[in-house]
């Protein structure tokens, strides 16, 4: 069985600042990870996803995320937010053994807000 | 290129009523599917396809139906509305079901049953 968990339901930061959004993830076997953006009134669209390989994954619009298994963890940061980035944020799981889109996993969304 | 469509945008049934939302993509791929999203619940797959005449059902099947007769096409029929149904509906679809391949979502459709 997999999970995530996204703690809290709402991030604000200011304009300028560094952007973390927190995942971690259950599973028993290795994970592909992923994370998706929703903006305001639109459908999900995929930010970035770790398969294999290289842990730091970098995305799109500037965000990347860290694979730490020890930690079973897939954060999302952003060096330097800005007004565009305000949207809900899902982190999802599948596990490697399935890969199948059919078997992701969603978590509960963050709220990300930036203030001016 | 359209990407994934779906119809309508907005719909308010009375409990009981059945309804078809449309969902339409234009990127020849064999996998579809159907979530339904909810505040504090992430998204929830109803049911997917990986081809046309062939369907599954997800993690919340009940009260809804699916077919796939055309690659295009993938419609979800809620077959008597219940108050339980109301949240937004995504379709998404990507060339497989395969999870290196990117899924693509449509736009959502916003559904109350009073």
């Known amino acids: 069985a997999q999970s995530v968990t996204q703690l809290g339901s709402h991030v604000s930061v200011s304009e300028g600042a560094l952007v973390l959004l927190r995942c971690n993830y259950s599973?028993?076997?290795?994970?592909?990870l992923f994370w998706y953006v929703q903006y305001p009134n639109q459908g999900l669209q995929l930010l970035l996803k770790?398969?294999?390989?290289?842990?730091l994954v970098k995305g799109i619009n500037g965000f990347e995320a860290e694979f730490k298994k020890s930690e079973t963890s897939f954060h999302l940061t952003k060096p330097s937010a800005h007004m565009s980035d305000a949207a809900e944020y899902f982190c999802a799981v599948t596990l490697r053994e399935y890969g199948a889109n059919s078997k992701l996993t969603f978590g509960k969304g963050i709220t990300l807000s930036v203030r001016p | 290129n359209a990407g994934v469509t779906q119809t309508p945008k907005f719909q308010v049934l009375k409990t009981g009523q059945s309804m078809t939302l449309q969902c339409a993509q234009d990127m020849n791929h064999e996998y579809m599917s159907w979530y339904r999203q909810d505040p504090g619940m992430g998204l929830r797959l109803i049911h997917y396809s990986v081809g046309a005449g062939i369907t599954d059902q997800g993690e919340v099947p009940n009260g809804y139906n699916v077919s796939r007769s055309t690659t295009e096409d993938f419609p979800l029929r809620l077959l008597s509305a219940a108050p339980s149904q109301t949240s937004v509906y995504f379709c998404?679809?990507?060339?497989?079901?395969?999870?290196?391949?990117?899924?693509?979502f449509g736009p959502g459709t916003r559904l109350l049953v009073l």
């Open positions: 599973s028993s076997v290795p994970p592909y």
């Open positions: 998404a679809s990507s060339y497989n079901d395969r999870a290196l391949e990117t899924q693509y």
């Open positions: 770790y398969t294999t390989g290289a842990t």
